[in-house]
């Protein structure tokens, strides 16, 4: 047969074998790469539970620190950080979506909003000692907050805002515009169309990123330590639910505290060898709550992502 | 099987039956094709909904439209036809100010509503206002991800219709207005998303109409549908004219051909001829539409 | 380009798709075709009329059937046009045109059989024959009605708007020339009874001629249809 321009099969088969060998090898090195990140992670975390395997039980969990590495629990720790938690989920959640809100809805395409725009991205990687530092100063002194349960949910809430304004951008985007059009071409008001539509559908994406800075703060020890969490705390701060009217009190806003990672902090510098057990376990179990609220995360955007398709 | 003459008198009562008051001579008892002749010259008696008088817009320093003069027929279909870029989209949403929602834009001269005369791009006319009088079809349908229900009866709320009954109703009726009344009403609780293209268009169409607007813009309202879909719409398209005025865009001539009374053809953001769509089509008095519509773009 | 500065109509101009130029082209070229044999029909069956020509009398006879074959081609090319091409405007009239021609031409091809069937019918030219007496009006009717079949052709080829019109100017002509010699054959009858089957026969060939005449107008008619110069008639139903 005369030489044509096309390639006979064998050709074709040739140039083939090569490139589906590269496919192969790239899959190959992809998969191995996972594994190592993996297995480094997984065997970080089986390390920590052989160490601490000692101490897990009951009493971990409802003791306080003592001077003894066997009586030694997390209970004010444990409760401490979940209480942060709280303050800065209800400080960094309606903040950030607001101004994600006004960046993403609202504010006109200048000059000044890229400004804006730049400096919220870069505060991220603002080192979060940064933050302590700026805690201290404002919070604390300023303020006079002190070192209490209250400034370290402010100091972290503003930690995580960038995560959560930018997450929920990201939402917000993935509303299509027919939808906006849709509801503008109705005669809706910005904000009812805010309201309405781009913020329901955004739900999922603004949970998730919620939850993940929080995953994030969760272990954050530089901040807190700065704006001053003493480690050896054996007691609660009061109790926000009271006997008597009005049922609630905010007493534990200003009362001191210490968080997990400081506790763990706190043991691992001890001389002494049996506390390390202490630090292994207190470091798996704030490890797995870590693990837990990401796949809190992946599951509520699972769900979200089920109900609307566009 | 019909005879044509059982057809031409199908089509005669339907239209005596669209044709609220206007007034045509229907004397003879035999129908003929002149029925639909006489149909078009009654209405081009008729009044004016909205009047573009020397309209320009701009996206930036981009003149997208050049002074655009042209009588919008109350209960009428019009139809803007043209090749893409020659602003007919552009002009569509001038109607509803959807160009305000983005930054950058300038509109000048007018388009004037009546019988009240606002301007309908004047900087003193409300946006807002004027999508709650103006309504609009998309190309691609975009129901809510909502209920059927709730899709059809937002716009009712935003006018702050709340009352369960008085929603029912109204969007019962916007319903059988969109003629699919019948393949939802047992779905109405159910999310719109999962009806077919052309079912979603419909209830989008629905939703436009709970409203009551007093012109109903689509925006190629069609282009995404299959041609069982796209004649179901076509259909309801003719049949609203009674109660909405009209203006559509489409790429399909065929179609503009089909649906409507009047079509317009566009060029380079200028207005090139407008007329009854029987003489477009037939006998066009401009070279450049005749050009177009046979195909000879060179 | 999408020009406007004539703004008169151009059928001819080409498309976009090339499929629809070869359409149409095809379409115009058979009714070029056509209109070329049914001119070249009348010709023969003039002449055979004239020259006493029974051969070439039979060859028109004969040729006929080519005739409504093409009509037939005309009609079924251009409803698959209509059908598959949706044409508009110019297109669109072209394609109704295009019929409409094919159908007065085929009307032409006719009364060019029946002047063939006269010519045979008739026996050789005796002393006070009619159509000697008339043989001048019947030549002179025969070049005007040709040249007016032929111009007309010509003008629906070539979109020639000034050349149709002067076809519709002729057809008055035709008639006052058929009146004339109509006129001359009458008289010749009452004067001798012997002749009065060829008389008649003569008087339905030039009526046959003047019938060209009108169809080669109306053809002309078409022209400007197409170019969309109808005249205006009163608004029928």
């Known amino acids: 047969m005369a030489a044509t321009a096309h390639l006979t099969l064998e050709e074709i088969r040739k140039g083939l074998s090569w490139r589906k060998q590269l496919d192969k090898a790239f899959t190959v090195l992809g998969l191995a790469l996972l594994f190592c990140c993996l297995g480094i992670l997984a065997i970080l975390f089986f390390d920590l539970v052989r160490d601490g395997s000692s101490r897990f039980g009951w009493d971990f969990f409802t003791s306080f620190p003592s001077r003894k590495a066997e009586n030694a629990g997390i209970l004010s720790a444990a409760v401490g950080t979940m209480l942060i938690m709280v303050v800065t989920a209800l400080v960094a959640l309606p903040l950030g979506v607001a101004a994600a809100i006004y960046l993403e809805e609202y504010a006109p395409k200048n000059w000044f909003t890229g400004i804006i725009e730049i400096n919220v991205t870069n505060l991220a990687g603002v080192p979060s000692i940064i933050y302590g530092l700026l805690a201290l100063g404002l919070f604390v002194y300023q303020f006079n907050f002190g070192q209490s349960v209250l400034t370290a949910g402010l100091t972290l809430a503003l930690l995580i805002l960038p995560i959560v304004i930018v997450a929920t951008r990201e939402s917000l985007r993935a509303v299509p515009k027919a939808i906006r059009e849709a509801a503008y071409g109705l005669g809706a008001t910005r904000w009812e169309v805010t309201k309405d539509h781009v913020l329901p559908y955004s739900t999922g994406g603004i949970l998730t990123g919620l939850i993940l800075g929080l995953s994030r703060a969760i272990g954050e020890t530089a901040p807190i330590i700065t704006i001053g969490a003493l480690s050896f705390i054996a007691f609660l701060p009061p109790s926000p639910v009271t006997g008597e009217f009005p049922f609630l009190n905010f007493e534990w806003l200003m009362s001191e505290f210490t968080a997990m990672p400081i506790q763990m902090f706190n043991w691992v510098s001890r001389p002494d060898q049996a506390f390390q057990a202490n630090a292994a376990a207190a470091g798996a179990i704030l490890l797995g709550m870590t693990l837990a609220m990401n796949a809190v995360a992946i599951w509520i955007r699972y769900r979200f992502r089920k109900k609307i398709s566009w | 099987m019909n005879t044509i003459s059982d057809t031409m008198t199908a089509n005669k009562s339907r239209q005596a039956a669209t044709m609220q008051g206007e007034t045509s001579a229907q004397d003879s008892d035999t129908p003929s094709l002149s029925i639909l002749m006489d149909d078009r010259k009654a209405s081009r008696a008729n009044a004016a909904k909205a009047s573009a008088e020397k309209l320009n817009f701009w996206y930036g320093s981009n003149q997208a439209l050049k002074n655009i003069n042209l009588v919008i027929p109350e209960h009428q279909v019009s139809a803007l036809i043209g090749p893409s870029g020659c602003g007919k989209s552009t002009f569509l949403r001038c109607f509803n100010r959807m160009h305000d929602l983005q930054a950058d834009t300038k509109y000048e001269g007018a388009i004037t509503l009546r019988p009240d005369n606002v301007n309908l791009v004047g900087p003193e006319t409300d946006p807002i206002e004027v999508r709650m009088r103006i309504g609009m079809v998309f190309q691609k349908p975009n129901p809510f991800p909502k209920s059927v229900f709730e899709n059809v009866a937002y716009g009712l709320r935003l006018r702050g219709v709340n009352g369960r009954t008085e929603l029912a109703e109204r969007v019962e009726k916007a319903l059988r207005a969109a003629a699919i009344w019948d393949e939802v009403k047992d779905r109405l609780n159910e999310s719109a998303l999962a009806l077919s293209g052309g079912q979603m268009q419909r209830v989008c169409i629905a939703r436009a109409l709970a409203t009551d607007p007093e012109i109903l813009l689509f925006d190629e309202p069609t282009s995404a549908l299959d041609p069982i879909a796209t004649a179901k719409i076509e259909e309801l398209i003719t049949e609203l004219r009674s109660r909405v005025t009209i203006l559509i865009v489409t790429h399909n001539m065929q179609q503009a051909a089909r649906v409507s009374d009047f079509t317009a053809f566009m060029y380079l953001g200028e207005l090139v001829e407008v007329d009854a769509t029987s003489k477009i089509f037939t006998n066009p008095s401009k070279k450049a539409t005749e050009d177009y519509i046979t195909g000879r773009y060179g | ?237």
């Open chain 3, 1 to 237: 380009m999408l020009a406007d500065a004539m703004d008169r109509s151009d059928p001819t101009e080409p498309h976009t798709s090339s499929l629809v130029d070869e359409s149409v082209a095809g379409l115009r070229m058979h009714a070029l075709e056509m209109g070329a044999l049914v001119i070249e029909q009348v010709a023969c069956a003039v002449r055979a009329l004239v020259d006493r020509d029974p051969g070439l009398a039979q060859v028109v006879l004969v040729r006929e059937s080519r005739v409504d074959q093409y009509e037939k081609q005309l009609d079924r090319d251009s409803l698959t046009f209509i059908a598959l091409q949706q044409p508009v405007a110019n297109d669109l009239r072209l394609a109704r045109a295009i019929v409409r021609i094919g159908r007065e031409l085929e009307r032409a091809g006719d009364e060019a059989k029946k002047i063939a069937r006269f010519a045979l019918s008739l026996d050789k030219a005796n002393e006070g024959d009619p159509v000697l007496a008339v043989a001048r009006q019947l030549r002179h009717m025969s070049a005007l009605s040709g040249s007016m079949l032929r111009n007309a052709v010509r003008a629906a080829d070539e979109m020639n708007l000034e050349l149709a019109r002067s076809v519709l100017e002729r057809d008055a002509e035709l008639d006052a020339e058929f009146a004339a010699a109509l006129r001359l054959v009458m008289s010749y009858v009452l004067q001798d009874h012997r002749f009065l089957r060829p008389t008649i026969d003569t008087i339905f060939a030039l009526k046959g001629l003047e019938r060209i005449g009108d169809h080669a107008a109306n053809i002309a008619e078409q022209v400007l249809y197409m170019l969309g110069q109808e005249r205006r008639e009163a608004d029928a139903a």
